[in-house]
C-alpha cells in the first residue's frame, strides 16, 4: 500500500446475530452509548435495531407509520443527555419530524411537521447533539440546519437552497479569490454534517459535489471541491465525520473512503477502508487514547461490525501535493483539475513551507501556471462575449416583435420559438462565460498570494515587478477599447437624427463586460502595489449603477438598457436623446407609461425647456395616473411647471377625504399647500428675464408695487463642465473668490474650482460611500469640508482642508478634541471665526448644536431649541437662520443673546435654501417649486420669483441653496442660486 499521512488498523470484528426480520439491514446511521451498545437506524426497514458491542442484537422497535414511535426511513441519529439521563434523537426523515425515545427504545416526545417553517422539516436526515440537551438538525429537502431546544423550541436557522450554478451568478469572484468573502452561498441537497473539535461544521453538500465548512452560525469558512464541471465522474459525498486535527472522512457516491486533512488539503488516502462503494457501512467515529481516533462500522449488508484505530503517520504532515504543479504548456481547458482543485492545494502548501530554495521554484512554476491559466481563461471569455451581445440584442428584437404582433393579435408561436431558442443559447453562453472569467481572477489571485511578502526575497521581487507589467499591460489594452467604445457612444448618442438605440444598447453591453474585467485587474494591480493610480474613466460610475448588465437579470433593451441610455445622455448634455430613449419606453407599455412621461419632463425642465413644452408633457399623461403615489408625483411637477390648472383636477380626483388617516399625508400636505399659495401669490408672483430687475416686472404687469424698496436684477445663468469628460457639473453648493473663480460642490459630492466661462479644475474627488455636508471659505484660497456617510448612515466622517491654488488636500480629522455631533453633521463658519456645527447625537428627533473653537479644542452647546429636519443654515451678523421644512418655517437664533424664535413665514411652505441680505430682507426657497420668496423685515411676502428665463430656457427655482457674496460680486451678482434640476448657477444682483 502507498504512503498514507493516515494509518489504519482492525482491531475487532463481529458479526451480526439474532436480528428479526426483514433483512438484509440498510443501515444509515448508528451511535454507541457509554455501555457500548450500538443503535442503528434500520432505513429501509423502517426501524431501529439495538445491537450490544459484540454485534448481537438486544432489541429492535418501530415499524413502518406515522404514529409516535413509528418511522418512515428513519436516517441520523444522535445520543443526547437531557436533564441527566440519556435520550436517543431520531431523524423521522419521510415524516418528517425528530424522535427522541429513552435507551429502551419508549417514546418520549417528537416534534415537527412536513413544511419549511420555523417548526417544519423537509427530510430531516442528520443531527448533532448539545452540551445543553439542545439539538442540530440537517435539512436534506430545506437545505438548512435548524436548532431546536430541549423541549423541541426553535432557536434559530441558517442555509438555503443554491446551486453552484446560482452561486456563481450571485457572487462576486473579485470579493471571493482577493479578499477571501464570498457573500452568497447554499446547500443543494446535503445529505450530511459533523462538528469539528473546533466548533465549526463541516457538510456532504451532495448535489453541489463539495464539502462546505462553517461556523457554528452559518457563517462560510471554505469550500472544497471534489471534482471539475464538465469532467464526470462526479463524485457525489453522502457521509462525513470529523477525527479531530482537522481530519474528516467522507465517503459517496464514485466516492470510496477517504481521508482528508482539511487544514493541509493536499493530503489525502483512499482505499485504507475495504468496503463496497457502493453499499458503504455506516459509522462514526470516537475520540480514543491520544491521537487515536476508534472507528466503529456497522455493515448492514454483509452482516458485521468492525472497529478500527486510527491515527495520524509520522513525518508525512508536510508531504508534497500528490499532483505536480503543472507546467504552463500543460493547461489546455479550462476548467481543469488545476484551475478547480490542485491550484488551491498547492497554494496552501506554499504559503505554510519555508522559503527555501526548493519552495522558491515552486512558487516561480506556480505564478507561471497560474499566469498562463488566467490568460487562457480570460481569451475564451472574451471570445464569447461579442456573441453575448449580439445574443442580447437578438432577444430584444423578438422581444419587440412579439409585443407588436400580440398587439396585432397574430401568430407569435414561431416568434416565441424562437425566442426560447435564443434564451437557451444565451444561458449556455453566459454560463460558459461565467465559469472563464472566475477562473481567470482566482488564477491571479492565486499567482498573487503566492508572492505575497516576496519582497524579502531578490528572485521573487522580480518575480512581482514582472507579473504588475504582465497585468499592467492587459489592463491598459483593455481600458483603451473602453475609451474607444465611450467615444463611439458619445458621437452617435449626439446624432439624434440617426440614433440606432439597438447599436447603441449593444455597445452598452459590451462595456460592461470591459469594466468587469478592469475591476478585478485593477484589484490585483493595487494588492501588488497599494499606491498604484488609475485614472478615472469616463461614465463609469453611472454605468457601474447597472453593474449585472451581463448576468441573466438584466439580458434586453426596452427596460434597463434605455434607462441607461438616458442618464449618459443627460451627464452628456443630450438631453432630446434621453427624451427620445424614455419616449420610446413609453410608448411599449401603459403600465409604466407615466413613469416614463414624468422621466421626460424631469430631462426637459433640466434642459431647461419652456413652461409650455413641460405642461404638454404633463396634459398627456394626466390619464395614466394609476395610484395615490402617481398622483403626488404629478402633482410635484404642476407646481414645478406652475401648471396650476393641470394640478386642480388631479387634486380633486385623488385627494383622500381625509388626508391624516392616510399614510402618504405628509406627501400632500405641502403640496396642495404650495397649490394654494401659488394661487395666492399671483399678485406677487414674478418671472425675470436675463437683464430685468424687479421693478420692470412689476410696472409691465401693471402690479401693486412692494411696501419696501428691495430691488432684484437677474444678472445670468452659467454651467460647469468637467475638464476630462465635458459633461454637465451639477452645483450643489458654491463659494465665491476673487477674479470671477468660484468654489462648487457637485451634487455627486465632488468639489471643483471653476470660472465664469464654465472651466472647471477637479481639487477632491467623492466616492460612493461619502458626500460634503458642509463647505466653507476659511481663507482667501483654503476651503473646509464636512464629510459625512451616504445615508441611511449619515454619521460624521471626516474633515479636511482643500488649498484652491495648490490643489492640496489636509484631513485635519485628528485635530478635533472637543465635541461635535456624531449624525447628519453640518456647519458653518461664524463673523467671529468659529464653527457652527449642527446634527444628531443619534438616530431620535432633536438636533445639537456646537460652537467649536477655531482650533478645535473647545466647544459650546448651544440651544436654538430642539430643532428637526433641519434644511440649510446661514449667519449673518451673528444672527443664525435655520430652513425648517417640516415646520413650514424659518428660525432665527442670536448667538450674541443665546435665544431665538421662529420667522412669522406664514407663505413659508418647505422653506430650503435661506439668506439673509441685511436686518430688513430675508430670502426664501422652496423644495415644492414656489420660487424664491423675499421677506421684509416684518415676516411679511414683498413678491416672489417663480422663475428666471434666459432666451428659450426657462428655470424654475427649487432646492436652491442661496450664498450672498460679501465685500465683492461674482459674475457681476452678490446674490448666488444653485439649481441641480438644470444644472445651473442663476446670478442676481440685490439692493
Known sequence: MESS?????????????????????TIHSVAQDVSGRIYCSDEFNHRIVVLDKAGKCVFAFGGKGNAPGEFWYPRGLALVDIGGSTQLAVCDAWNHRVQRFDLEGNFISAFGSIGDGENNFNEPVAVIPGNDGSLQILEKCNHRVKKHGPNGEYLGAFGELMTRETEAKLV?????????????????????????????????????RRLCRTTAE???????????????????????????????????????????DLDRPWLESQNLIEADENKPPAFSLQTGDGDVTRMLSVDGWSGAVK?????????????????????????????????????????????????????????????????????????????????????????????????????????????????????????????????????????????????DGANKDRLLMSARKELWSLLQG?????????????????????????????????????????????????????????????????????????????????????ETLLNLISMISVKWGYYETAVTAYQYQAQRNDETKFQYMIAVFDTLELSGSGDERLREVL?????????????????????????IDGAKPVIKKHVPENIEQTALGEHWRPLIKACGLIEEFKPLSLILSVGSTVSDEIKKESMEPPSAGMEIRYVTSLSFYHSETGSPIVPAKVKALNDNKIIVSEVGGSVYLCDIEGNSKLLWRSDAEVYISGLEMISQNQIMLLIVEQPPSVRFRKLVILDSDSGSCDDITSDIKCDIPEVHTRFIMTDAGKY??????????????????????????????????????????????????????????????????????????????????????????SCVGIGLQVYDSQSQLLFHLARLKNGEESYILRDAHLSFVSDMSFAGGDLLMTDHYSGRLHILTTS
Open 5 to 25: 499521512f493516515i494509518t489504519v488498523e482492525l482491531t475487532a470484528e463481529f458479526k451480526i446475530e439474532n436480528v428479526p426480520g426483514p433483512s438484509p439491514m
Open 836 to 925: 457652527l456645527f449642527c446634527g444628531f447625537n443619534s438616530f431620535e428627533r432633536g438636533s445639537n448644536f456646537q460652537l467649536v473653537s477655531e482650533e478645535f479644542t473647545k466647544s459650546e452647546p448651544l440651544d436654538p431649541s430642539a430643532l428637526a429636519e433641519i434644511g440649510d443654515m446661514t449667519i449673518h451678523d451673528d444672527e443664525l437662520l435655520i430652513s425648517l421644512p417640516s415646520a413650514n418655517s424659518v428660525y432665527s437664533y442670536s448667538l450674541d443673546e443665546n435665544q431665538g424664535a421662529f420667522l412669522g413665514l406664514k407663505t413659508a411652505c418647505r422653506p430650503v435654501g435661506v439668506a439673509r441680505a441685511n436686518k430688513d430682507y430675508c430670502f426664501v426657497t
Open 474 to 558: 492587459e489592463y491598459l489594452s483593455i481600458e483603451d477599447e473602453y475609451m474607444e467604445t465611450i467615444s463611439w457612444l458619445k458621437k452617435h448618442l449626439k446624432q439624434l437624427e440617426t440614433l440606432n438605440i439597438v447599436a447603441v444598447a449593444n455597445a452598452l453591453t459590451a462595456i460592461f463586460f470591459l469594466i468587469y474585467h478592469l475591476s478585478y485587474l485593477r484589484k490585483a494591480l493595487l494588492l501588488l502595489d497599494e499606491s498604484a493610480l488609475f485614472k478615472t474613466l469616463e461614465c463609469e460610475s453611472e454605468i457601474r449603477k447597472f453593474e449585472r448588465i451581463g448576468d441573466d437579470t438584466i439580458d434586453y433593451i426596452p
Open 172 to 208: 462576486n469572484p473579485t470579493d471571493t479569490y482577493f479578499n477571501g468573502v464570498q457573500n452568497s452561498y447554499g446547500f443543494n441537497y446535503p445529505q450530511a454534517y459533523a462538528e469539528m473539535e473546533d466548533g465549526s461544521l463541516i457538510f456532504a453538500d451532495t448535489g453541489n
Open 218 to 260: 452559518g457563517v462560510l469558512l471554505d469550500i472544497y471541491k471534489l471534482d471539475v464541471e464538465g469532467n464526470p465522474p462526479y463524485r457525489y459525498p453522502t457521509k462525513v465525520e470529523a477525527l479531530g486535527n482537522g481530519i474528516i472522512l467522507i465517503c459517496g457516491v464514485n466516492l470510496p473512503f477517504t481521508f482528508l
Open 619 to 643: 396634459a398627456s399623461s394626466r390619464e395614466y395616473i394609476k395610484s395615490e403615489q402617481d398622483a403626488i408625483e404629478y402633482l410635484d411637477r404642476c407646481l414645478r411647471a406652475a401648471y
Open 307 to 451: 472497529t478500527y484505530s486510527i491515527c495520524r503517520s509520522a513525518g508525512l504532515e508536510e508531504a508534497l501535493p500528490s499532483h505536480e504543479i503543472p507546467g504552463a504548456g500543460d493547461i489546455e481547458e479550462i476548467p481543469c483539475s488545476w484551475t478547480e482543485m490542485e491550484s488551491d492545494k498547492w497554494l496552501l502548501f506554499i504559503k505554510r513551507s519555508p522559503l527555501s530554495e526548493k519552495n522558491i521554484e515552486f512558487i516561480r512554476k506556480y505564478v507561471d501556471v497560474n499566469i498562463h491559466s488566467a490568460r487562457l481563461a480570460m481569451q475564451k471569455a472574451m471570445e464569447i462575449e461579442p456573441d453575448l451581445c449580439k445574443i442580447i440584442s437578438g432577444k430584444s428584437e423578438y422581444r419587440e416583435k412579439i409585443h407588436a404582433e400580440t398587439l396585432k393579435k397574430s401568430n407569435i408561436k414561431p416568434l416565441t420559438t424562437a425566442y426560447n431558442r435564443l434564451c437557451l443559447e444565451y444561458y449556455q453562453s453566459r454560463k460558459k462565460h461565467r465559469i472563464y472569467s472566475a477562473t481567470s481572477i482566482s488564477s491571479i489571485a492565486g499567482a498573487i498570494k503566492a508572492l
